[in-house]
């Protein structure tokens, strides 16, 4: 069965550094979605992305943030000057929006640590 | 918009015994979708069951089963027979189908201990 994979599954980087994060989604879905996950806290929604363009993004996705999908088939979050409150668990997810899926696919994430 | 709340931060069950978690939201939508994830430990994200605002009939699927109250904007989940690998957190999730984004909104979780 198809699935969603994310690589590194663990970053750690000193902060002020850039990180890219990166996704590959089901290759025939058509919405693409970034959530991250404080330790402990809930998956917050972060950025989705669709025909090539953000379609919406959450007051957490400031001007560090950025979203691309380079070539088809990879999908990456940039985050330019790392913060510590950056360090989360950041999840990538497709969504191929047919019958008969109507959920979200989830890649098992990618832990950030910025020391 | 519309919100998620999870009310019970920690429960613990028996192994063998049936728990409910609970789940509410608020939209002012019609047509909409409600999950439940599990997540253990390994942090991944794993599909427990979906329910359609427009079925009247809840769903189940194996050992899980919800409550959907949609006048009452509820849906809990019923675990029967729990298993010592049911410990996890189960976080709640809210999609609209008219949004045009179908993004989620998680509540914020509940940690459930199934006690040997």
């Known amino acids: ?115 | 918009a519309q919100t998620v709340t999870q009310s019970q931060p920690e429960m613990s069950v028996q192994e063998a015994e049936t728990v409910t978690l609970s789940c509410t939201y608020d939209t002012s939508e019609s047509n909409y979708y409600l999950f439940w994830y599990k997540q253990p430990p390994s942090r991944q994200m794993i599909l427990v069951i979906r329910q359609e605002a427009y079925k009247q009939q809840n769903a189940t699927e194996n050992r899980f089963s919800v409550n959907f109250q949609k006048a009452a904007k509820s849906f809990s989940l019923k675990i029967s027979d729990s298993q010592l690998g049911d410990t996890a957190m189960y976080f709640c999730a809210f999609m609209s189908a008219t949004s045009g984004t179908y993004k989620y909104i998680f509540g914020t979780g509940t940690r459930l201990k199934v006690l040997a």
């Open chain 1, 1 to 115: 069965e198809p699935e969603v994979t994310q690589t590194p599954s663990h970053q750690v980087t000193q902060m002020g550094q850039e990180v890219i994060l990166r996704c590959v989604p089901i290759s025939n879905h058509l919405y693409f979605y970034w959530y991250r996950q404080i330790l402990g806290q809930k998956v917050e929604f972060l950025v989705s992305f669709y025909n090539n363009e953000i379609s919406e993004k959450s007051e957490i996705f400031d001007d560090q943030f950025s979203v691309e999908r380079p070539d088809g088939s990879n999908f990456t979050l940039k985050i330019r000057s790392t913060k510590l409150e950056d360090s989360a668990m950041y999840f990538c997810a497709s969504f191929p929006a047919l019958p008969p899926y109507n959920e979200q696919f989830f890649g098992p994430g990618t832990r950030l640590t910025v020391l």
